[in-house]
């Protein structure tokens, strides 16, 4: 299941974008605003720390720069 010490960074991570985002919602990503609008703040906090993840292995296994508004090339 990977690392537990990761993992609960990366919970910690978007639980911080959550408390943000209620805070400061006109800075915050459209996105998480929409999954708050229909999850609990755990689940979205969950959530977020997997598409973290996510984002963070397809950095590293691609080897490039992070890039905040990437549009894929395969997007529709």
Excluded: C
């Excluded at 299941?1 to 408390?19: C, E, F, H, Q």
């Excluded at 977020?48 to 292995?57: D, F, G, L, Q, T």
Aim: aromatic residues 6%; without cysteine.
């Amino acid at each position: 299941m990977g690392d537990r010490y990761l993992r609960k960074l990366l919970v910690i991570g978007a639980t911080s974008l959550i408390r943000r985002a209620r805070h400061k919602p006109d800075t915050a990503d459209p996105r998480l605003l929409a999954l708050l609008a229909r999850k609990p703040a755990r689940v979205a906090s969950v959530a977020m720390a997997n598409k973290m993840a996510r984002v963070v292995w397809a950095v590293m296994a691609r080897r490039e720069t992070y890039q905040v508004r990437h549009v894929p090339i395969f997007a529709a």
